[in-house]
């Protein structure tokens, strides 16, 4: 008898090489089951209800029978080609890819509805804190007569000072006075900022300083010389909360949902050791070569 005879024979062996087997095929069936189960598509009944409702909305009608299979079948392709691109690692270095996924982590770590409720002295007490924000500014409706600045320095004013003096003689009607203009001659109750629009910042910072109801003037714009009646005046004011709540709600929202991303991504940027290449200063330009 052989010493390989006798090695077959030796019950130890026997129990190795069962053992052997045993794990072999353990590993064949599991690695079977594990291939299978992540290349397995589960098309959930909630998923289909999802693309019948997506269609409904669309279309106005529910799906056919036909129909609700395409969108079934185009599901499975969209799914197909996506798990297949993540194994090519098609997903990486695309930008387009990079910031839908930041809009979506965003998203997840937008702060609960429950956190962006707030109370009317919570509002108040940020309404106080921002008045400027919200403060309703002066209104104007006023007449104008303009004056066209093709004569500059002394020369224009004192052909305005005189137009001021015929304004007034006449009892407050301009007419055959003033030169062609695109600019109404009577504005309606506006406010500064739609007064700005249409005359320029340097017109509307002089018109709070004029009289009521009384030619004056002139004042200047990016056009030219003006002389100003204001036929009414409604002076600014700070707003209650009753008045505003909803925008200062709005506010408030943005500030605290903006507040709250800032934290979130600090917690995530704290997960990272960020490693920056070594910068000159930005501001050298190189030295022209000869």
Known sequence: MTYLSKVIREP????????????????????????????????TEGRVQQLAQVFSKTWQRP??????????DAYIKE???????????LDRDDTLIRRRMQQKMEFVTEP????????????RDYLDAHKADF???????????FLNSDKPGEAGLARAEQALKVVKASDGSPADVGDPTLLPGKMPISPLAGIERNFGETFAANLTDLPENEWAGPIKSAYGLHLVRVTKRIDGYDPKLADVRDAVAQKWRTEKRDDFQTQAYDQLLAKYDVVLPAVGDASRQPEPQP
Do not use: C, M, W
């Not at 609960?112 to 509002?123: H, N």
């Open 63 to 72: 799906p056919s029978p036909e129909e609700l299979r395409g969108l079934v």
């Open 135 to 145: 403060r309703v500014e002066p209104r104007f409706a006023f007449e104008q007569v």
């Open 12 to 43: 130890l062996v026997h129990f190795v090489l069962i053992g052997a087997a045993v794990f072999g095929l353990y590993a064949l069936v599991s690695g079977d089951e594990l291939d299978n189960a992540r290349d397995r598509i589960f098309v």
């Open 79 to 89: 799914e197909v080609y996506y798990r297949e691109a993540i194994k090519l690692g």
């Open 112 to 123: 609960a509805d429950a956190l962006l409720q707030p109370g009317d002295d919570t509002l």
